[in-house]
Nanobody, 127 residues
Framework: QVQLVESGGGLVQAGGSLRLSCAAS????????MGWFRQAPGKEREFVSA????????SYADSVKGRFTISRDNAKNTVYLQMNSLKPEDTAVYYC????????????????????WGQGTQVTVSS
């Protein structure tokens, strides 16, 4: 497993932007598929975005397509989530997740495929 620490959350007005970062420990970051999930109060955790080891494959939830961009810097052991045009419904705790298993693109959307999770960072979008 890898240790994950998210940062970059905060309070922003609707239409604004935030960039989340997730820093990973260890020397094998490039062997991990990374994902972002979120959980709003009273709701189940949901998939947001994921990126494969070499960044060749990207996946987004329909609700964030065209607004969010995932990227990674393997030299810095960090994955990013650039969030633009934020909406109040994007308010949630955002979690970073990692797996070094070989998973398919559809599997990247499933929380159970990931075995390492960060502590989460709060994103609040005001209307």
């Amino acid at each position: 497993q890898v240790q994950l620490v998210e940062s970059g959350g905060g309070l922003v007005q609707a239409g604004g932007s935030l960039r989340l970062s997730c820093a990973a420990s260890g020397r094998t970051f490039s062997s991990y598929t990374m994902g972002w999930f979120r959980q709003a109060p009273g709701k189940e955790r949901e998939f947001v975005s994921a990126i494969s080891r070499s960044a060749v494959s990207l996946s987004y939830a329909d609700s964030v397509k065209g607004r969010f961009t995932i990227s990674r810097d393997n030299a810095k052991n960090t994955v990013y989530l650039q969030m633009n045009s934020l909406k109040p419904e994007d308010t949630a705790v955002y979690y970073c997740a990692a797996t070094n298993a070989f998973i398919t693109i559809p599997e990247m959307k499933r929380a159970q495929e990931y075995d390492s999770w960060g502590q989460g960072t709060q994103v609040t979008v005001s209307s």
